[in-house]
């Protein structure tokens, strides 16, 4: 019981991102099977129930996510009612599946309308069978309804049939078989002179040329490209310069003593706290997948791993520590790019997470690799023409 009561306690976005990198899913392959987007399933993972659309969509969401995975429902569907609770400090709605199953399709249940999002949606099995027994009696009765009038336009159709089979029935010209056909004279249709005035069209005149129509070749699609060319800088210089002796570095209202604790001398630590308003940055920690995370005012990021790659935008709102002392990598563009340890420099360049078409960010070294591909790809097709 006591195990049970602390597993109820940790929120749901912690528990969906640990099932998701036990299971070696990364988010975009996730999206990929659940047509879910990226941002949604980052916004899940971030407990960010204020850019998530109502209950219903939430639920639904849940219950796609953890399907694909393999992972108990039940547990998932308490941790987000208890993270739901923990967030927004109300229970989360009892959720009306009748009135999803009237027209077919999933819609928010009826709270307070809410701004429409064009992600698509996913609803279980489960909500559908819910919903089917309790229209169940209501789809018996109406069968019943359809069988008493249908049988009765049945023996409707036979009478009228067999009325209408004592008339007599023009049954239009004779045909005959091909059979008895067969080494017969052919009769000449006999041909009547057209009138003084007719005028003969190029149809009726006998050999008129036939105009043919230009084929219409339709174009080669235009080859689009995902990875569009980028130039990459490679890193000189220093990112950041470290104060030892700044009073942040003691300011426990700052940096508060939990963190400082935490710190694992054979990692890399660093510790962003929002300060003066709202940053958002993407970030990328040894193998594991980029995340893209938004630090509202007054709240922080404590990251640890071998190697940390950081972009940051507003960075002048915040304060930033590494191991424990106050980070100077102030920005007049308000951006800004990090990498942990120093002595990693040189094996990246800037942009650190350029965006694709697609909207899908990924590191440099990766997106090099694939705008190669592409640039091979189109030298060929001009080489082709």
Do not use: C
């Not at 009478?159 to 209408?164: T, Y």
């Not at 102030?330 to 350029?354: D, R």
């Amino acid at each position: 019981m006591e195990n049970q009561n602390m597993n109820e306690n940790n929120l749901l976005g912690e528990y969906l991102k640990q099932k998701r990198v036990e299971k070696n899913f990364t988010l975009e392959k996730l999206a990929q099977k659940s047509k879910i987007s990226v941002n949604i399933l980052k916004a899940l993972e971030a407990n960010d129930y204020k850019n998530l659309p109502s209950a219903a969509y939430i639920k639904g969401f849940v219950s796609t996510y953890v399907k694909i995975l393999g992972i108990p429902k039940d547990e998932a569907i308490i941790k987000m009612e208890h993270t739901h609770l923990k967030i927004l400090g109300k229970p989360f709605p009892a959720l009306d599946h009748t009135k999803l199953m009237v027209t077919g399709s999933p819609k928010k249940s009826q709270e307070p309308e809410e701004t429409s999002t064009p992600h698509e949606v996913i609803e279980n099995s489960d909500t559908i069978l819910e919903s089917t027994k309790s229209i169940l009696p209501i789809i018996i009765f109406a069968a019943v309804i359809l069988l008493f009038v249908g049988g009765y336009k049945l023996i409707s159709s036979v009478v009228e049939s067999e009325v209408n089979s004592q008339k007599p029935k023009d049954h239009g010209p004779k045909i005959e078989s091909s059979s008895a056909l067969i080494n017969q004279p052919v009769k000449v249709p006999e041909v009547k002179k057209e009138e003084p005035q007719a005028v003969a069209t190029a149809a009726t005149k006998p050999n008129a040329p036939v105009e043919e129509k230009p084929v219409e070749v339709k174009p080669e699609p235009e080859f689009r490209r995902n990875f569009p060319p980028v130039e990459f800088k490679p890193i000189r210089g220093k990112l950041f310069t470290i104060k030892t002796d700044a009073p942040e570095n003691t300011d426990e209202t700052i940096l508060p003593r939990p963190i400082k604790d935490s710190m694992n001398s054979s990692l890399q630590n660093v510790y962003i706290k929002a300060i003066d308003g709202n940053t958002w940055l993407s970030y990328k920690i040894d193998n594991n997948p980029i995340e893209s995370v938004i630090i509202n005012k007054d709240s922080d990021l404590f990251l640890q791993g071998s190697e940390i790659r950081i972009f940051l935008g507003n960075i002048n709102v915040t304060k930033i520590f590494y191991n424990n002392y106050l980070v100077n990598a102030a920005s007049k563009s308000g951006v800004k790019s990090l990498v942990f340890p120093e002595e990693s420099n040189a094996k990246f360049k800037l942009p650190l997470f350029p965006k694709a078409s697609d909207d899908i960010l990924y590191t440099s070294e990766d997106y090099q690799k694939r705008m190669k591909v592409e640039e091979e790809e189109l030298a060929k097709r001009k080489e082709a023409e």
